[in-house]
């Protein structure tokens, strides 16, 4: 779980501040996932902080939830036209390309519960970035 909130830290998800006037928090809870190995043996514990996207309003919390996804075509005529151009074609594999992407709306969730700031326990946090389950998440 430290080590979720320091990826926050590091890649500047969030700030910490008030809650204005008018304006409701999100909130927020923790997914537990244990990694396995091809015997079934637990190699790896994973925590996962994610917003609790279902308490949003269409109009009032987001605009809209589109987001562009490249079709199976698409990338098959893609690289048909890089081979048939001589083209080279680098592939990455990307942990977090779902996170991180810069939100436009004013989201505030709440502290993740056990991990309250010591000076400011009633404040919230402001999102700079999307979290797993916001509704903008997968338009940034």
């Given at each position: 779980m430290q080590d979720e909130l320091l990826q926050f830290k590091r890649q500047n998800v969030?700030?910490?501040?008030?809650?204005?006037?008018?304006?409701?928090?999100?909130?927020?809870?923790?997914?537990?996932?244990?990694?396995?190995?091809?015997?079934?043996?637990?190699?790896?514990?994973?925590?996962?902080?994610?917003?609790?996207?279902?308490?949003?309003?269409?109009?009032?919390?987001?605009?809209?939830?589109?987001?562009?996804?490249?079709?199976?075509?698409?990338?098959?005529?893609?690289?048909?036209?890089?081979?048939?151009?001589?083209?080279k074609v680098y592939q990455m594999d990307i942990k977090s390309a779902f996170l991180y992407g810069t939100i436009k709306e004013e989201v505030y969730v709440c502290q993740p519960s056990g991990f309250d700031d010591v000076h400011h326990p009633d404040w919230v946090y402001k999102l700079d970035k999307a979290l797993y389950g916001l509704k903008q998440a997968p338009r940034a």
């Amino acid at each position: 779980m430290q080590d979720e909130l320091l990826q926050f830290k590091r890649q500047n998800v969030w700030t910490l501040c008030p809650l204005p006037a008018g304006k409701y928090p999100i909130g927020t809870r923790w997914v537990f996932r244990n990694k396995t190995d091809d015997r079934g043996i637990v190699i790896k514990n994973k925590a996962r902080l994610v917003v609790q996207g279902y308490g949003q309003k269409e109009g009032i919390d987001y605009d809209e939830t589109f987001a562009p996804v490249a079709r199976l075509e698409a990338i098959r005529l893609f690289l048909a036209f890089a081979i048939s151009h001589n083209v080279k074609v680098y592939q990455m594999d990307i942990k977090s390309a779902f996170l991180y992407g810069t939100i436009k709306e004013e989201v505030y969730v709440c502290q993740p519960s056990g991990f309250d700031d010591v000076h400011h326990p009633d404040w919230v946090y402001k999102l700079d970035k999307a979290l797993y389950g916001l509704k903008q998440a997968p338009r940034a």
